[in-house]
């Protein structure tokens, strides 16, 4: 029977303790591919269909950095989700990190063991912004250091290492040295037509090649984010999902009050109300006298999503940290704490006080 490798993001996007690149020409959009798989992994969503796991992840701005509370902030307002509730689980490094420098890897890991993280996915924006001063990235043996300083990230975190890159300027391969493209395990190419963004699985070690996705950028806020074209929506979406696990979690098989619900939902009280009305129409929950419990069709969406007993952390069943850490430091795990959203039509302690 073959063995089952397991991953980060399903379909081998991700697998575990692997080397990935992102490659695409400047504004091909290869950073919002990394930021949107990042923020999956932390948020415990799907990416677009494919199941995540992961305990934290670094990301690392070599470039780009001013832009990237808005992408951020973007894809918590799509989702709904309260930046501080990712502090314990996604950090930001603001500045350049040399990954072949051992003095820069001492300073991050003291932030990162600071901050009570357990990073297991790395994502490097740019190689070329993250190097060795002088970097040439068409001799070998300068490739050969900046990917032996990736392998050394994995081991020395047992993490996945995510490389976003350049390609040439024909946009058909990654730019430099043959030996970026022999060390990855994944690599995606994303191209960029009319704004139509085509991701492609150039090559996979270990899985077959998913087929292509194809993604818009949609305006949101004061940045954008990725929506995938062509999808057909199949059962409750991402944020649907997390809100079942979370009353399957809390309830422990008894009806949960609203307002309990909505606290440990991780999401923004306005939003959670949508999310519970949606979930309520497609009959996932059933609202009773005391509160709100699983049909027979939401504990067939939450089972495959619960850990084993025997495995499970119980930092699963707690609420995500929000405390504020690497403020003065070389990472960043907040941006900005948007003002709390309200309950449109002021049920929730109307609902409980009925309970």
């Known amino acids: 029977m073959p063995t089952v490798i397991p991953c980060h993001i399903g379909k081998g996007y991700i697998p575990k303790k692997s080397i990935v690149g992102i490659v695409a020409l400047p504004n091909g959009g290869k950073s919002f591919v990394g930021l949107s798989k990042a923020f999956a992994l932390a948020a415990q969503l799907d990416w677009h269909g494919c199941a995540t796991e992961c305990n934290g992840v670094i990301y690392v701005c070599g470039e780009g950095f001013p832009g990237m509370p808005g992408r951020f902030l973007a894809l918590c307002d799509e989702y709904g989700i309260d930046p501080a509730s990712l502090d314990s689980r996604l950090a930001f490094c603001r500045v350049p990190f040399d990954i072949s420098e051992e003095g820069m890897r001492t300073a991050i890991h003291a932030e990162i063991v600071a901050a009570g993280m357990a990073p ?198 707690t609420l995500l940290s929000t405390e504020e850490t690497g403020k003065n430091g070389l990472l960043s795990s907040r941006y900005i704490v948007p003002e709390e959203e309200t309950d449109p039509r002021g049920e929730f302690e109307a609902e409980d006080g009925a309970a």
């Open 120 to 317: 297991d996915v790395f994502f490097i924006d740019t190689l070329s912004s993250n190097s060795l001063p002088g970097f040439d990235e068409n001799v070998t043996a300068q490739m050969k250091i900046m990917m032996d300083a990736a392998r050394f990230l994995r081991d020395f975190y047992n993490a996945s290492v995510v490389i976003i890159h350049h390609t040439g300027h024909e946009g058909k391969r990654a730019r430099g040295s043959i030996d970026f493209i022999a060390t990855m395990d994944v690599l995606l190419h994303v191209e960029n037509d009319n704004n139509v963004r085509t991701l492609t699985v150039a090559k996979s070690r270990d899985f077959e090649a998913a087929a292509p996705m194809k993604f818009e950028l949609v305006k949101r806020g004061e940045s954008a984010t990725l929506r995938q074209l062509g999808a057909t929506s199949i059962g409750p979406t991402p944020a649907q999902r997390m809100t079942l696990l979370r009353l399957a979690e809390y309830s422990h098989g008894a009806p949960l009050r609203a307002a309990d619900w909505a606290r440990v939902s991780g999401f923004a009280k306005g939003y959670f109300y949508r999310i519970r009305q949606e979930l309520e129409t497609g009959k996932y929950v059933l609202k009773s006298r005391k509160g709100y419990v699983l049909t027979e069709s939401g504990q067939a969406i939450v089972e495959p999503m619960l850990p084993q007993e025997d495995s499970v952390s119980r930092s699963h069943l």
